[in-house]
């Protein structure tokens, strides 16, 4: 009996999962799906709070000045 | 003949002819080939050393080969002086290799192009410098394609750097016997707890370990990219890298019995004078184009040789943190010095698919010269290896041999015999000398040093 529980034990303990069909890299796959998916949100995230920023505050006047003064040079 | 390490790229395979080697580009390669080749990156990379240099063959020199099968391209690459692999370099070589794919890959994606696989025996070095050599492993970005070699990276190189770091245990004994790299989820169970809380550890390694031991396999799920992966995601998670890697401690090793050698030896500091002459005078006389130095230690009289006229040393030891020390100097003084761990009673052997994937190191180290400086008792009283077999040995490895013998009379080796028995009876000057003559060699000279019972030869093997 004591080794049958024995045998049971090493066998859980010991085997390790089969990558027989799944291909280790597999893991890496996901994990760059996963980023691709947070680079989305992120990137959504951002386009939004520009959006709701832009709602809200008024383009600061230094920068109507540089932007102005932008235009001139392309005049020239 | 086809290097048969070469044979699983379908897109061309590397063949040696005589002195030369030769990439034979297949029609499945060309156009990812041509599109590097045509942009400036090709010379900057050369010019740099950053890739092997090589040539485009003209279609005269093509037909003047007079190959058969698909040879879309051929190019002829500079012959390297020594061919190592990783589970031969010291840590901070696999260190230094990592970090120089990685950036080599940044730059790379800076113009449009990438790296399809990830192999660790893709760097070689040119002295302690990385130097890339798998140019068909060159090709162009597509927006949003995933970084299929993601794994391949982290099996070749940040999981053996995680094992030295993190343990005692060497990481080229498991390298050398898994060709394609360490075992993630093996090492998972080795690594201690803190390393988990490394975010960066976390996504790298036990993130997608954890995804692939969950997976179940089924025949009609099978899992494919199903977003684009941003180029700017692709280039965080090699910095990402670059980021863990420079900053994993040096291997926990204890102390070793080789640590600071060169300070605690026998010698006192005439002997050791008159010892650095000898070396001194013998290289400047054979001015080796490469010189072997067994047992070098920290590599103090390999940096000699190489101030004295040797042109390149490879050093060989057992010992992995006087290695590190020796390969961190040679790569920062950019000296033509390679370290490789050897143990040479269990030398790398011929391996991989029918043992010709890897070869042994005896088939890849060739030199003019080769030195033993206080080795030769190791192996014959450390490892009860006859001295006929370490006389052929070295003859082997080169024409002229320099060694220092040790006789029983010194410290160092009565230190040795003090808790075993002396079944060495064979071990003198005398039987290594005859040892020399039947392996084909004659002493040129022998020189016992001043103040010391120990010896310097210099051997050279007969004409055949």
Redesign the interface.
């Known amino acids: 009996m004591h080794f049958k529980i024995a045998a049971i034990l090493m066998f859980i303990l010991l085997s390790n999962p089969t990558y027989a069909y799944i291909d280790p890299g597999t893991g890496s796959m996901f994990l760059q799906t996963f980023l691709a998916i947070l680079a989305m949100i992120g990137g959504g995230i951002s386009v939004f709070w520009k959006y709701l920023k832009n709602l809200f505050v008024k383009p600061s006047k230094a920068k109507e000045n540089k932007d102005s003064a932008g235009l001139g040079n392309q005049c020239d | 003949m086809t290097d048969p390490y070469s044979f699983r790229d379908h897109s061309g395979h590397v063949i040696i002819k005589g002195e030369r080697i030769y990439r034979i580009i297949t029609s499945a390669g060309l156009a990812d080939f041509q599109k590097f080749y045509s942009h400036p990156l090709w010379n900057i990379l050369q010019d740099k050393g950053k890739i092997q240099r090589s040539r485009l063959l003209t279609s005269s020199e093509c037909n003047k080969l007079a190959l058969e099968g698909d040879v879309a391209a051929i190019i002829e690459h500079e012959v390297l002086p020594l061919i190592s692999y990783p589970y031969e370099w010291p840590f901070e070589a696999l260190r230094t290799a990592a970090l120089y794919h990685l950036q080599l890959h940044l730059e790379l994606l800076e113009h449009g192009f990438t790296l399809k696989d990830a192999s660790a025996y893709n760097i070689q070095f040119d002295g302690a410098s990385p130097l890339f050599i798998d140019i068909l492993s060159i090709k162009p970005y597509q927006d949003g394609e995933?970084?299929?070699a993601?794994?391949?990276f982290?099996?070749h190189f940040l999981a053996p750097l995680l094992l030295n770091a993190y343990s005692a245990m060497p990481f080229q004994l498991w390298l050398r016997s898994s060709l394609e790299g360490i075992n993630?989820?093996?090492l998972t169970k080795l690594l201690p707890l803190r390393t988990r809380l490394n975010y960066r550890l976390w996504?790298?390694l036990f993130?997608?370990?954890?995804?692939?031991?969950n997976?179940v396999?089924r025949a009609n799920k099978i899992?494919?990219?199903?977003?684009?992966?941003?180029k700017?995601?692709m280039t965080?998670?090699l910095k990402q890298l670059a980021h863990i890697i420079a900053r994993l401690p040096s291997p926990k090793r204890g102390y070793t019995a080789w640590e600071n050698y060169s300070h605690s030896n026998s010698y006192d500091e005439k002997t050791k004078e008159d010892k650095i002459r000898v070396v001194r005078n013998l290289v400047t006389e054979i001015s080796p184009s490469t010189l072997i130095d067994i047992g070098c230690n920290e590599g103090h009289y390999s940096r000699i040789a190489l101030n004295s006229g040797a042109r390149r040393v490879i050093g060989l030891d057992i010992d992995g943190t006087s290695l590190d020390r020796a390969f961190l100097l040679a790569n920062k003084q950019r000296q033509k010095f390679t370290l490789l761990i050897q143990d040479l009673a269990n030398p790398s052997p011929s391996q991989g698919w029918l043992n010709k994937e890897r070869f042994s190191i005896f088939s890849r180290l060739k030199a003019d010269c080769v030195m033993a400086l206080a080795v030769i008792h190791h192996l014959a009283i450390g490892r009860n290896l006859p001295l006929i077999d370490i006389a052929q040995m070295l003859l082997t490895l080169a024409p002229h041999c320099l060694v220092e013998f040790v006789s029983k009379e010194d410290p160092m080796v009565k230190l040795m015999l003090s808790q075993r028995e002396d079944i060495f009876r064979e071990y003198n000057l005398d039987q290594f000398s005859k040892a020399i003559h039947l392996a084909g060699g004659t002493i040129l000279f022998s020189h016992q040093l001043t103040q010391s019972t120990r010896v310097l030869l210099h051997i050279k093997r007969k004409q055949p």
């Open positions: 995933y970084w299929l993601h794994n391949q982290i099996q993630l989820a093996a996504l790298h993130l997608p370990v954890g995804f692939s031991l997976s396999p899992i494919r990219p199903s977003r684009n992966l941003p700017k995601v965080m998670m």
